[in-house]
């Protein structure tokens, strides 16, 4: 290789060594190697045509370059001095004034319009011929086949809808219903041929005319009568049934024109007279006796008797009333007196005329209603004594110093009771009140007046400072009143609570009888008052799919224990959104929305200053209480769906079922995580489809499947599975995790297909 010539720097007189590599890629260059004082090849330098082929190392003004000098001036209070730095603009126009070539083959001048133009002599001509090393072809003849499969002998067979082939796979036909119809001379199947009949009527055609078929001449009658057929002739043969033992209508020509019963022979006779009767029970016998009848006596009667009922039977007995039918004086008796019992009683048998008398029992009536009780009737017991008509109640039983019993009917036993209040945290307790009941058994003496307040716990004591009201009826013996005493500003009543505590407040209320006498039972009485709170509450969300999103809920701010509301000053903040009120109840907007893997960082706080008047436990002061929840009770459903592709040997993608954040229009949502489908599906399509139910991954997966032309004429099928796809939304968040769902595949036939998946 001869180098006639070398670049600027390479001192004349001195040998250089070029190194040539051993093969040189067309467009490689020489360039002078200082390090090693030597020519080296390499590919030749691309000429840049645009400003990112070109490195900046001045640097020359970048974009970011310029907003990292606005940051710093913003932040220094210094200009950005960019007089110095070309633009973008004039670097992109200078480049592209270079009249560079652009590497492109089409930019080429002068190219060859021929292989050879290009100096190659060898190339294919394209004819078969001129290949060498070509392979030897297949005769065509299964004889010439190596490695051959055995052939086993196989039965094809039709169950329902399912064709199979012994030992090998099955097809369904159930999606492949076809009728059979006849239209004139044309036989035809749904989707399908047809056939022409029209050759197979007579005349030269083979089956038979209308002509080839007769009736012959009819037999004489026997038995019920028959119809045969020649099979040979085409020839049909009516037997009559023989009638020859059955009545002709002359024979009933008598009967069945006339109607008279005197025309039919062979009818019995008919008695007209008593005499024509035969008297086989001897009922018509002279020689009967009275006394054979099942209701008479057979008692035999003396002269002068007559037959009487006696309620049972007909009977002799004497006759009375001198001819008459009444009774005589001499039937009416009295009977036997009767053990006494009550109050006495008369009562009269209408049969035998017998009056009974029932005396009474002779003494005075207890005035005690005893109950019998105890092993052997051993006990009698009361709580009841009656006194002239007056029933009073046994307050006690004594035996006195004479040893008789001493019955105790009245007795002086008033009922007392007394009320506080419950009150809120914030309300000054006010009153209480008190309701007598004197007995009425006992009107000689009666509860008069409320007669002290002792036991007392932040309750005035002296009764006489509180404001009493008028009692509801004047106090005496058998009367019952109420009565109600008012606070004031000498006789208050204070809570023991402090802070949020309500606390409370009691006493003892004492009584006094109409004889000033300090009553025996008194009343114990506690106020109460309702303790301050302030709580927050989410509402939960529901009704979102794993698709979308909620941006919003509302929250609930709790104030208790309060009555009036100026006493309970809340404020509201918020973190990770923004709330409506500041003070109260409103709805939370979330910074970001909240979605299926998102829900954390968000809550909503309060803070309450509650003010206690001074009347309430005797100082005025404020407390604060506190809330916060963060957990919001967000829930998504994973719907199972079903949707169609060409066929099951292309498995639906995300934008088949997916868009933006809802389903697409051809996708049939099914239950949350539901696995099963039972019920018709309509393939809308001209031709087969592929029909896919996805189930999210995670739930539980179905395990049988069946199709059918009804769902009672089903065949198990084998889905097309191994392939899922990861659905989210169009635009997911960052945090958003695809949901995987698993695919199950089947082939539906155009129109209704029974589909059972479980």
Known sequence: MAINAYSTGVTQGVPSTIDVKSTVADGDMLYWNATLNIFETA???????????????????????????????????????????DTITSVDSKISALNNFDGLFSSLT?????????????????????????????????????????????????????LSITNGNNVSLAGIRQTLSLSGTTLSLSDGNSVSLSGLGGGGGGGIALTDISVGAEPSGAGNGDVSYNNATGVFTYTPPDLSGYATSASLSTVATSGAYGDISGTPSIPADISDLTDTGSLLSSSIAISGL?????????????????????????????????????????????????????????VTGVITYTPPVIGEASPIGWATSGASNQYRTTDTFTESGVQYTVRGTVFDGDGKLQIELANFSPTVSAT??????????????????????????????????????????TLADYTAGAQSATPAGGVDWTQTFSTNATAIITSNGTGLN??????????????????????????????????????????????????????????TGIYTPANAVTTVTSAGGAVSS???????????????????????????????????????????????????????TYPSLYVYTASVGTAPVVGDIVSGSDFVAGVTQLGNQSKSIDTFINNSAAVPRGFWMAVRTSAAQPTAFKTGISNALLSDVTPTTGSTVDLAPGSPAGDYTAEEYTLYGLTLQPGQTYVRIS
């Open 43 to 85: 590919p030749q330098r691309l000429i840049p045509v645009k400003t990112s082929d070109l490195t900046n190392d001045i640097p020359f003004t970048t974009q970011q370059y310029v907003v990292n000098a606005i940051a710093n001036a913003s932040i220094e209070g210094a200009d950005v001095d960019l007089s110095i730095y």
């Open 110 to 162: 002068s190219k060859p319009t021929t292989i050879a133009g290009y100096g190659i002599t060898d190339a294919f001509d394209g004819t078969f011929a001129s290949l060498t090393g070509k392979p030897s072809f297949f005769s065509g003849s299964y004889t010439d086949l190596t490695d051959k499969p055995s052939v086993t002998a196989q039965t094809l067979v039709f169950d329902g809808t399912t």
């Open 294 to 350: 099942t209701d008479v006596s057979t008692t035999a009667p003396t002269t002068g008797q007559i037959l009487k009922w006696d309620g049972t039977e007909w009977a002799p007995a004497a006759d009375s009333g001198a001819g008459g039918g009444g009774i005589s004086l001499s039937d009416i008796s009295v009977g036997s007196e009767a053990a006494a019992s009550g109050d006495g009683d008369v009562s009269y048998n209408n």
């Open 420 to 461: 506080a209040q419950s009150l809120s945290w914030d309300v000054a307790a006010t009153q209480f009140a008190v309701t007598i009941d004197n007995p009425v058994d006992f009107p000689t003496r009666w509860i008069n007046e409320v007669g002290a307040i002792t036991s007392a716990t932040g309750v005035h004591t």
């Open 502 to 559: 309500g606390g409370t407040a009691g006493a003892t209320i004492g009584y006094n009888d109409d004889q000033s006498a300090t009553w025996t039972d008194t009343n114990a009485i506690t106020w109460n008052w309702q303790n301050a709170n302030s709580t927050v509450s989410f509402s939960s969300l529901t009704g979102k799919t794993f698709l979308e999103s909620y941006t919003t809920v509302d929250y609930t701010v709790g104030i």
């Open 582 to 636: 500041s003070t109260g109840s409103g709805t939370f907007t979330f910074a970001s929305a909240i979605h299926k893997d998102n829900n954390t960082g968000r809550s909503v706080s309060t803070s309450t200053v509650f003010t206690r008047p001074l009347a309430v436990t005797g100082t005025s002061y404020t407390a604060t209480d506190t809330a916060t929840d963060t957990s919001i009770s967000a829930t998504f």
